[in-house]
């Protein structure tokens, strides 16, 4: 016996023991969930409780069967219990549950594990032509997921928000932080938690993903606005040993007269790791550097990882207090670690960033030997958490166990940060993630696309992920300029790969330099990297580098208005084609180039001694050459000169975006 209700804003089925649950969740916008026995609200959900008045439902239920509409959106429910999606306005179908088998199991699979935790499976059909993008960082390569298998479990680079939106004219966030995977395959789409207590996935749509990545924004938080500081240069290399030397650094930019918005103190400048605090042996005075770096102009961004080391002086008291991460099994160590005083490896903790007092303590000793010194900008490293082995279902959290939300943990570690500068007064807040969640948007959260290969390979790879962050909902994006994992200096062909790396940088969100160029050192406190400020690889590339550093200071005006844009209604500054030409099916295919804002057309140059490359200009638009003032139609492509002084940039119809330098 199935049994549909109707309760004001949402629409019920039941049928023996599960229980399904339809709700108006923002315009145009629904919350589906579905459980053994009864809903619950005490989950992990990245959603905001809509606004009032933004929906408007309309509910029925005849003979066994539901139908709810909001706005341009109707779910229906079935008396067997399977839910259909369309647009109200011309009756398409967005997306519909499939059936695993006749019999069993149907759309739903609740696979009991004891305890009311269930692995869950979720089934959809699939769609001849449908292309998805989004569900946030992946090292794959490509832009649109479809027929791909992606896990969704944080890693160092790999970054689960699982958020998609199709050119079907829908966007789906599945609303669950727990360990799993999504199969997204030609003969249907499977959402899988390995262990959680109900389905829970939100679905909206709009005339194009403009209007889709504006209720997302509305339905998980809108990014807050980008200060002015942080849309210029960034210097960082693996890692600025002292104070004197981080300090002679950004003595030399001002030197040259280079611009200069932020120099970063990374790893092992801590006494111990969990101490959260300089080491006075080598950082003797951080206030007057503060100082001396904020007379020049600079930020100071300072490096804060989340695990804590035996050896930490806040080590014995976190335990005590069951601030750091249980474990199901085993010690309460999460990772290996080489600190500072201890000649080989020791097992460390990770705080419990689900833990609202965990966090109001990290934030405490943050402040006391940080934020009261004058920092003002954190590097949030290893935040997935980076756990080795990566078992998460070993873990324990406040928040549950750590197969059910061991992928909100990045959110909530930068919510910390967030809340403690929010109660200081503070406004303008940044912090470099390693890895994200949904939601992480609204705590300030700037994601990088982690650990990667200094390669022309993995270039290309980055256009695909920064895109694919975007279309997550993530406004604020960056790479290590160069890649992470080596670079040789002297190297020829390196030197072109930094200054194409540079090219395609300037126009992402964040302009970031990083990485641990050679020589390299093993793992430890003795480690700093090969040199990695923008002289050490010669006069003529330290002439092309800056020449894209001075065109960066030029664009950063435009840079902030998409900024303020993001910030009102969630529309990232760097995204793919298709946003703004949803209607030019090319543009859904073109993967390696992005637009910077509605102007700004960029097609970075991703292969060695590569001196042109095509480039499709997408139908609806007339577009102008940057470098060349030569003007070109749209739904066009074109074979444009790249040499190695620039990268091919068109601006959209009579846009003034002082791209070229003003006597070019």
Known sequence: MTLISVDGQ?????????????????PDSLRVRAAQHALRDDTYSALLAPAAGSAHAHVTEDTGTGELVNGDIRASVTAEGMVRFERVSDGVELLAEQRAHFWWPGPRLFLSQGNGYHQLEQRFSAYQGERLVGLGQRTHGRLDQKGLVLDLQQRNAEVSVPFMVSNRGYGLLWNNPAVGRVELADNGTRWVAQSARQIDYWITTAADPTGILANYADATGHA??????????????????????????????????????????????????????????????????????????????????????????????????????GTEQGLPFHAPWDDKGFETEMPVAFYDATNPQARAYVWDVVKRNYYDLGVRVWWLDACEPEIRPGHPANLSFHAGPGAEVFNAYPAEHARGFY????????????????????GSQRWGAALWS??????????????????????????????????????????PEYRELLVRWFQYAAFCPLFRLHGDRDPRMPLGPAMTGGPNEVWSYGEETLELITHVLHLRERIRPY???????????????????????????????????????????????????????EVYLPEGAEWVDAWTGESYPGGTETVAKAPLSHIPVYLCGAADVPVAPPEQ
């Open 559 to 613: 840079v902030m208005e998409q900024m303020r844009t993001a910030h009102q209604s969630g529309l990232p500054p760097m995204r793919p084609l298709l946003t703004d030409f949803a209607a030019d099916s090319r543009a859904w295919e073109i993967d390696d180039q992005f637009l910077l804002g509605p102007d700004v057309l960029v097609a970075p140059v991703l292969a060695l001694g590569a001196r042109e490359r």
């Open 419 to 438: 809340e403690g500068m929010h109660a200081e007064g503070e406004e303008e807040i940044v912090s470099l993630c390693r890895s994200a969640w949904a």
């Open 450 to 491: 982690g650990d990667i290969a200094a390669t022309f390979e993995s270039l290309a790879a980055q256009v695909r992920a920064g895109l694919n962050v975007a279309m997550s909902g993530i406004p604020w994006w960056t790479t290590d300029i160069g890649g992470f994992h080596g670079g040789d200096p002297e190297d």
């Open 224 to 325: 807050p606005m980008l200060p002015e500081w942080a849309s210029g240069f960034w210097q960082s290399k693996l890692r600025y040993r002292t104070q004197e030397e981080l300090l002679e650094v950004a003595r030399e930019y001002q030197r040259r007269g280079l611009p200069l918005s932020v120099i970063v103190a990374d790893f092992f400048h801590w006494t111990h790791l969990g101490d959260w605090k300089f080491d006075p042996a080598e950082w003797p005075d951080p206030a007057a550097m503060v100082r001396e770096l904020t007379d020049m102009g600079v930020k100071l961004m300072v490096s804060i990882w989340p695990s804590v080391s035996p050896l930490s002086e806040n080590h014995a008291d976190m335990q005590q207090r069951g601030l750091l991460l």
């Open 10 to 26: 949402s629409l019920e089925w039941r049928s023996h023991h599960e229980v399904l649950r339809i709700e108006a969740w923002g």
